[in-house]
């Protein structure tokens, strides 16, 4: 009998990746393996949000000062869980929680990564069924294996990530993943209700025509970005004219349109609010990560996102990010302001 083996899914790859590393554990595909089961766990959620009693808000605001909704809650909690449960976290860091959680007993305290997550970004879109998603990273531990995790497991800068992704609950639901190894889209599968690969060894083209930027802001902006976002609306016709502004408002959906097409996502810093609005930890150095890896390029303007030393969970940059060639042609128009 001939079976079709074209198609791995995500247990499959991850296992198949194993057999080229010497000495690997596992322990990472593990990890891979539980994120993927809460997003699954995320997705039917919000496949029935409208039915049952889920969108809206929770009533409270998080550690930012947002409001917090329903599903960011649900999405933090089945993160929370499927990694407290299985064998291969030591402990968490969320967009949703104050601190660090340090799952802190014998099994957990015996494993090597830590994971930082934004559990559900995106989710002032929630209500009006626009793609919404989840950002994950993953580092090795500093503090010796045995003991309960430290803020400085989570506090190392974005360079040491071990691997980083991101779910986006779309039209259709993908996990895209990357390691130092490359990055790759696994597309769920509801039938068989599998991350099944779709899109193997995602490149980042090296520039393309599209910039993502919120452009309500506009005249907060410095001078660079202004300049920059002005001369992608003034490219003429030998450069193919005008690029297209495209903004989804939740950074996983404009970033995987970015990855896959070519182009550039900004969230700059404003006068009112210089850092910006996104956080280093775990939404920024995630996504500098896999579009690096992708061959794309990520900074905060002028410094590589993934060199910057983080001094809280929690604080903000402001981010560019995207094609190599468009990245390097913003960081004129940025050495000017
Ligand atoms: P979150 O839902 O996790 O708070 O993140 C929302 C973020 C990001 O996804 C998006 O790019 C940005 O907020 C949009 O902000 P503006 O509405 O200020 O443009
Ligand atoms: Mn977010
Ligand atoms: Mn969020």
Redesign the pocket.
């Known amino acids: 009998m001939s079976v079709n083996r074209t198609i791995l899914t995500l247990d499959e790859f991850t296992i198949q990746q194993l057999r080229d590393v010497p000495n690997a554990t596992g322990e990472l595909s593990r990890l891979l393996r539980d994120i993927g089961l809460a997003a699954k766990r995320v997705n039917v959620e919000v496949n029935k949000a409208g039915l049952v009693d889920i969108l809206g808000d929770a009533g409270t605001v998080n550690v930012?000062g947002?409001e917090v909704k329903k599903l960011?809650i649900y999405a933090n909690d089945q993160l929370i869980r499927v990694l407290k449960h299985g064998i291969s976290c030591a402990g968490i860091a969320s967009?949703e929680l104050d601190d660090f959680v340090a799952f802190d007993d014998e099994i957990s305290n015996k494993s090597k990564y830590v994971c930082l997550f934004?559990p559900?970004?995106?989710?002032?879109?929630i209500d009006v069924n626009v793609s919404?998603?989840t950002i994950f990273c993953v580092y090795k531990r500093v503090t010796p294996i045995g003991t309960p995790v430290a803020m400085e497991d989570f506090l190392q800068p974005g360079h040491q990530q071990v691997a980083a992704g991101y779910v986006i609950y779309g039209s259709s639901t993908m996990l895209v993943y990357a390691t130092r190894r490359g990055v790759n889209g696994f597309t769920l599968d509801p039938s068989i209700g599998e991350w099944t690969l779709s899109h193997p060894d995602i490149k980042c083209p090296e520039t393309g025509r599209i910039y993502s930027v919120?452009h309500?802001?506009f005249f907060e902006y410095n001078e660079g970005v202004k300049k920059y976002i002005t001369a992608c609306q003034k490219k003429d016709k030998s450069n193919g004219g005008p690029y297209t502004q495209r903004?989804?408002?939740?950074?996983?959906a404009?970033v995987h349109r970015n990855l896959i097409k070519g182009g550039i996502?900004t969230?700059p810093g404003t006068t009112s609010k210089p850092a910006g609005?996104?956080r280093l930890l775990y939404?920024c150095n995630p996504f500098a990560f896999i579009v690096e890896v992708a061959g794309g390029k990520a900074t905060d303007g002028t410094k590589r996102i993934l060199d910057l030393q983080p001094t809280g969970l929690h604080q903000r940059t402001p981010f560019f990010v995207g094609s190599r060639l468009m990245m390097e042609e913003l960081e004129t128009y940025m050495l000017i302001s």
């Open positions: 930012q947002e960011d967009e934004d559900l970004d995106g989710s002032a879109n919404i998603g919120n309500g802001n903004y989804i408002g939740s950074m996983v404009d996502f969230y609005k996104l939404e």
